[in-house]
């Protein structure tokens, strides 16, 4: 059973940073990417952030310059590094892993970030 733990999250004012973690329960070469999506109150859950297995990165265009991706391979964990925050990053973010075994996807509980104006 694979297992996605997310924490970090908090209420923040605009301009601020957080830095969300997401620690999974085997080794992160285990998945074909993972990534982070965020969800806000009455909208569909969209990408913020993924990292493949090889390292390569991608940003929704929302958060390019901003936020930032990266993992630790000892401790199979993936962060999400948050500068300048603005109010329209209020949001639960979700981890999300892609096994490389079966393609199946996994989520975390979600962490609530909420950014003050």
């Known amino acids: 059973q694979v297992q996605l733990v997310e924490s970090g999250g908090g209420l923040v004012q605009a301009g601020g940073s957080l830095r969300l973690s997401c620690a999974a329960s085997r080794s992160i070469f285990s998945f074909i990417v993972m990534g982070w999506y965020r969800q806000a109150l009455g909208k569909q859950r969209e990408l913020v952030a993924t990292?493949?297995?090889?390292?390569?990165?991608n940003y929704a265009d929302s958060v390019k310059g901003r936020f930032t991706i990266s993992r630790d391979n000892a401790k199979n964990t993936v962060y999400l590094q948050m500068n300048s925050l603005k109010p329209e990053d209020t949001a639960v973010y979700y981890c999300?892993?892609?096994?490389?075994?079966?393609?199946?996807?996994?989520w975390g509980q979600g962490t609530q970030v909420t950014v003050s104006s």
């Open positions: 999300n892993a892609v096994l490389a075994e079966n393609n199946a996807a996994r």
């Open positions: 990292i493949a297995r090889g390292g390569s990165t």
